[in-house]
């Protein structure tokens, strides 16, 4: 995902003649100083004084320690996540468990096997993604970052990786090309991987090594293991997981849906669809946001994107409270989720008044759906998300000095980026 500075346009230097070059004895008596006048002989002292000011580049090794540092702690962190989700567990998503280190060689190697192979394959997919923004970036000559990877000792492992765009993009296509590069070339990497996972399932004997107590049952272990009505962790299957499943996998070798954490291939492919489509959210700086933009350019973009992003905010938190819940429950949280509604609807709106009657009116329309429906929810899990939106990235797009419309070719690959959205977008990814 990369993050441009997308500072403003370069404002004229002031004119610093007459000012002193520095704090020393030795710059007071300059030449530049007390000799000469006029910009030219202003220069070198003007830059002196700027100097003071500036932070001094990192030297590549220091950047290339931190680069392969956060990749290799990243590594660790996911494999430790794959051996947690992978096991035979009722809560599989804790902290990384840091034991298996401890146990005997072979347990220890067969555990960080299966964690490795979840790890390569996700990491590869975000590694992917991110060099697609990179070298497209760097065609463009956009000074930009490599990809900081962002480890994390809990669930998945990692938050994903960024990187930094260190200059102002200055056109819509330059926007666009960079902002779609590395969903697509995610994306291509995802569905190969989910190819290889589907026609290279083991048999039903490797899931009956993580429960044996199914193998009594046979191939008809669902039935008696999942009977109607029973719940669990399981991993939402988007649209194209669901095709490919059908097109390619052996239906008598395919896991029931709340096994699928078992499969590290499957495991990875499936969070790969997810992550590809949650850059693909068409707002603010997301790579979905760069794609929508370049179709449709800045005004009806910032004009739509409000929108998108109430209606985004009234599912996550619908079903959050009802007007029967207790004066407890509304005495703890309600003013929690109020600040929550205000923080990141203040800045929708021109006027921060403006947002608060329409985080109030938000509100409002969710008990109302509550009470006409009772039972709707939809997925608070995407109210972190919104508040990264509201109060991190913003949700609209700046515009670029040059606005150009895309090419057909162009504009046809985006309408493509936003179908395969659609295809691997899931409203709640984690049921």
Known sequence: MPFPENTPLPIPEPDLAGFPTGY???????????GATGPAAAA??????????????????????LHIGLFLLTLLTTTLAGVQLTQAREDPVDWLPVGVFLLPGPAMWAELTRGLQYAAA??????VHEFGHYFVARRNRVATSLPYFIPFPLGLGTFGAVIRIRERIFSRREFFDIGLAGPLAGFVVALALLAYAFTHLPPL??????????????????????????????LARPLL??????????????????????YPLLLAGVLSLFFTALNLLPMGQLDGGHILYGLIGPRAFNRLVPLLFVAFIFYAGLG??????TGTS??????????????IFRRVLPRPWQGWLLAAGIWGAQLACTELWPGIMGNPGWLAFGLLLGLGTGIYHPAAPDESRL?????????????????????????
């Open 407 to 431: 090419s057909p070719g162009r504009q046809l690959l985006g309408w493509l980026m936003l179908a395969i959205f659609v295809l691997c977008f899931s409203a709640s990814p984690f049921a």
């Open 44 to 65: 070198p002292g003007e830059q002196r004084l700027f100097r003071r000011y500036e932070r001094p580049a990192a030297s590549p090794r220091r950047t290339a320690v």
């Open 241 to 262: 997981y669901r095709l490919l499943e059908t097109a390619l996998a052996d239906p008598a070798r395919l896991p029931h849906p709340n096994e699928l954490l078992h």
């Open 320 to 325: 959050l409270f009802t007007l029967h819940d």
């Open 205 to 234: 004997d490797y899931l009956f090594s993580i429960h044996p107590e199914y193998a009594r049952f046979g191939a008809d272990y669902a039935r008696h293991v999942y009977p109607a009505g029973t719940q669990g962790l399981t």
């Open 24 to 34: 020393g004895p030795a710059d007071v008596a300059s030449p530049t100083s007390a």
């Open 122 to 127: 996700f990491l590869g997919v975000l590694t």
């Open 330 to 343: 509304w005495l703890y949280t309600g003013p929690v989720y109020a600040i929550y509604l205000l923080l």
